[in-house]
């Protein structure tokens, strides 16, 4: 086999003999009687699932004896004749060399379960007769060890056409090396898949960033931890929908066009219904058709989905982005605030279950429960200035380029809150009790009608959960929807008019928490992801000029 790995400088001709070479072994494929293209590969069994039967491998001697091998560990020395470092298998706490705990037991060999496996090959080294092949599936990556005698002379010319990318199937037996390396001992390959086109160079892999994005399939095969990565978020969602389940929250499917961009305070994307010759707009928001099976009976409700906003693009931003919204009756934004937090715990627990989890150069302490400190404390403290001074609100908003002249005070307190406080708050912590003015959806605090019950969380600057005790007066939510806040750009306010909402609310919906969560940038911070593009599988890019 060749390590035909392109460079990220090569030429058109490089990649075309490339190409070439890879197509005839393709040919060569189809002359030995087997289709290169593969089908069904029955009885396969994951990768992960081979490697955890590595106790079942023991040393058998010539005499009969059978040894069981005892717990492995993994060490880096220098190789002596190179230099480099290398892992080398080691035994028990004086790290005994395993080449050496074998030869106390003199000669004999190892036994282990017969297995099936598939996967794609990401590496390999050809020693003549031996073929030492590493696959890896979704579960992980195991050696093979592939011998001309061991396969047979038809099968080792299968062998021959192997190359990095192809996809293959193994039938052997589960041994290790003498080194110790956990290995298939292959008795037959089976060739799946060839490709044509060669993997990156092994050291650079794919370092283009918007190359990667396009490119997803061959991050996810080759980037280091990028399949992890997704397999996290798979993970993560999974543990969401379980957690809610257990709660009895029954998952709906909502509309994605809407008549009204309502719910939330963003620039919608607009399209056309052609058979109804309707303008509708793609969704910003899940929460108003789920506030309205409240009020049909559904008392505990919620929506994980797609919602699209038109607006920048950023490391914490994407147009496209998954979020979940959660609406229970008879609850508050204290009910939400426990449920975001058992939300979160429960998903690191899916993950792994470390608490404390690396965030670039720091580490998030995710350990319950989470601070909780209100929006005027916290305005308070990182502006200076006493929530209730608003000309010195304003006095500070102007030092920074505000212009305030003609503006709400809340919505000046506002600014100075998202740039004087929100980056400052490592967390998790819990915002609460937000400037009514600025919440047209939120219940007031029945002792203090200025202030919103409502919540948000956030993590390293980042707001990962948004929460409120839900309005449900239909005349003062009207009355909301009317308001347009002084100095409050169209596109940042939620005061948008949905007759049909309030038609709703007048039949009675019950009192409610209502809940929403971040779901790419919940696993930006679980998974230590600084750009939310390296959680999401395929974000939207400019077509390729190629």
């Given at each position: 086999?060749?390590?035909?790995?392109?460079?990220?400088?090569?030429?058109?001709?490089?990649?075309?003999?490339?190409?070439?070479?890879?197509?005839?072994?393709?040919?060569?494929?189809?002359?030995?009687?087997?289709?290169?293209?593969?089908?069904?590969?029955?009885?396969?069994?994951?990768?992960?699932?081979?490697?955890?039967?590595?106790?079942?491998?023991?040393?058998?001697?010539?005499?009969?004896?059978?040894?069981?091998?005892?717990?492995?560990?993994?060490?880096?020395?220098?190789?002596?004749?190179?230099?480099?470092?290398?892992?080398?298998?080691?035994?028990?706490?004086?790290?005994?060399?395993?080449?050496?705990?074998?030869?106390?037991?003199?000669?004999?060999?190892?036994?282990?379960?017969?297995?099936?496996?598939?996967?794609?090959?990401?590496?390999?080294?050809?020693?003549?007769?031996?073929?030492?092949?590493?696959?890896?599936?979704?579960?992980?990556?195991?050696?093979?060890?592939?011998?001309?005698?061991?396969?047979?002379?038809?099968?080792?010319?299968?062998?021959?056409?192997?190359?990095?990318?192809?996809?293959?199937?193994?039938?052997?037996?589960?041994?290790?090396?003498?080194?110790?390396?956990?290995?298939?001992?292959?008795?037959?390959?089976?060739?799946?898949?060839?490709?044509?086109?060669?993997?990156?160079?092994?050291?650079?892999?794919?370092?283009?960033?918007?190359?990667?994005?396009?490119?997803?399939?061959?991050?996810?095969?080759?980037?280091?931890?990028?399949?992890?990565?997704?397999?996290?978020?798979?993970?993560?969602?999974?543990?969401?929908?379980?957690?809610?389940?257990?709660?009895?929250?029954?998952?709906?499917?909502?509309?994605?066009?809407?008549?009204?961009?309502?719910?939330?305070?963003?620039?919608?994307?607009?399209?056309?219904?052609?058979?109804?010759?309707?303008?509708?707009?793609?969704?910003?928001?899940?929460?108003?058709?789920?506030?309205?099976?409240?009020?049909?009976?559904?008392?505990?409700?919620?929506?994980?989905?797609?919602?699209?906003?038109?607006?920048?693009?950023?490391?914490?931003h994407n147009p496209e982005f998954t979020m979940l919204e959660v609406y229970q009756a008879f609850g508050d934004y204290g009910s939400m605030m426990d449920l975001?937090?058992?939300?979160?715990?429960?998903?690191?627990?899916?993950?792994?279950?470390?608490?404390?989890?690396?965030?670039?150069?720091?580490?998030?302490?995710?350990?319950?429960?989470?601070?909780?400190?209100?929006?005027?404390?916290?305005?308070?403290?990182?502006?200076?200035?006493?929530?209730?001074?608003?000309?010195?609100?304003?006095?500070?908003?102007?030092?920074?380029?505000?212009?305030?002249?003609?503006?709400?005070?809340?919505?000046?307190?506002?600014?100075?809150?998202?740039?004087?406080?929100?980056?400052?708050?490592?967390?998790?912590?819990?915002?609460?009790?937000?400037?009514?003015?600025?919440?047209?959806?939120?219940?007031?605090?029945?002792?203090?009608?200025?202030?919103?019950?409502?919540?948000?969380?956030?993590?390293?600057?980042?707001?990962?959960?948004?929460?409120?005790?839900?309005?449900?007066?239909?005349?003062?939510?009207?009355?909301?929807?009317?308001?347009?806040?002084?100095?409050?750009?169209?596109?940042?306010?939620?005061?948008?008019?949905?007759?049909?909402?309030?038609?709703?609310?007048?039949?009675?919906?019950?009192?409610?928490?209502?809940?929403?969560?971040?779901?790419?940038?919940?696993?930006?911070?679980?998974?230590?992801?600084?750009?939310?593009?390296?959680?999401?599988?395929?974000?939207?890019?400019?077509?390729?000029?190629?």
């Open positions: 086999m060749t390590d035909d790995r392109t460079p990220n400088d090569e030429s058109d001709d490089d990649r075309s003999a490339i190409e070439a070479a890879r197509r005839e072994k393709l040919r060569k494929i189809s002359e030995l009687g087997h289709d290169p293209w593969g089908g069904r590969f029955d009885d396969r069994q994951w990768i992960g699932d081979i490697s955890a039967k590595a106790g079942e491998v023991v040393y058998r001697t010539e005499s009969g004896e059978t040894v069981q091998v005892p717990e492995l560990s993994k060490i880096e020395v220098l190789d002596k004749k190179s230099g480099r470092p290398m892992n080398q298998w080691v035994v028990g706490e004086d790290q005994v060399q395993f080449r050496q705990w074998v030869s106390e037991y003199g000669k004999g060999e190892f036994v282990g379960p017969q297995v099936r496996a598939a996967g794609r090959v990401v590496l390999s080294r050809d020693k003549g007769k031996l073929q030492f092949i590493d696959i890896q599936d979704m579960t992980g990556r195991l050696q093979l060890f592939v011998g001309k005698q061991q396969v047979g002379d038809e099968n080792w010319d299968l062998v021959k056409c192997i190359d990095l990318g192809d996809i293959i199937g193994v039938d052997g037996q589960l041994r290790r090396t003498r080194t110790g390396e956990l290995s298939i001992f292959a008795k037959q390959i089976h060739f799946l898949t060839k490709t044509i086109e060669p993997p990156p160079e092994k050291y650079k892999g794919l370092t283009d960033l918007e190359l990667r994005q396009r490119m997803r399939y061959v991050d996810l095969t080759y980037g280091d931890g990028v399949l992890q990565r997704f397999v996290n978020r798979t993970q993560i969602v999974q543990s969401i929908r379980s957690t809610l389940a257990q709660d009895q929250f029954l998952e709906i499917e909502g509309p994605t066009l809407h008549s009204i961009a309502g719910g939330a305070a963003a620039r919608p994307f607009k399209t056309h219904h052609n058979a109804l010759g309707l303008e509708l707009f793609m969704r910003i928001a899940l929460e108003l058709h789920l506030k309205r099976l409240l009020v049909g009976g559904m008392e505990r409700v919620y929506e994980l989905g797609r919602v699209y906003r038109n607006e920048g693009i950023s490391p914490r975001t937090e058992r939300l979160i715990v429960d998903a690191i627990d899916a993950i792994g279950g470390q608490y404390l989890r690396p965030w670039g150069d720091s580490i998030i302490d995710f350990t319950p429960p989470f601070a909780r400190k209100t929006y005027h404390e916290l305005f308070a403290e990182h502006t200076g200035v006493d929530p209730d001074d608003h000309a010195g609100a304003a006095q500070t908003a102007d030092k920074l380029g505000f212009e305030t002249a003609g503006k709400h005070p809340d919505v000046v307190k506002n600014f100075l809150f998202e740039e004087k406080v929100e980056d400052s708050l490592k967390g998790p912590v819990f915002v609460i009790d937000y400037p009514a003015s600025i919440c047209p959806l939120t219940k007031r605090k029945r002792d203090d009608p200025a202030i919103a019950e409502r919540f948000e969380l956030f993590i390293e600057g980042m707001e990962i959960a948004n929460a409120y005790t839900e309005l449900n007066d239909p005349d003062l939510q009207e009355e909301l929807f009317q308001t347009q806040l002084d100095g409050l750009p169209e596109e940042d306010s939620m005061a948008r008019m949905d007759t049909d909402f309030i038609r709703a609310l007048r039949h009675g919906m019950p009192p409610a928490g209502g809940l929403g969560v971040g779901i790419d940038r919940l696993v930006m911070l679980l998974t230590n992801s600084q750009t939310i593009r390296d959680v999401i599988l395929f974000p939207l890019l400019r077509p390729d000029a190629k």
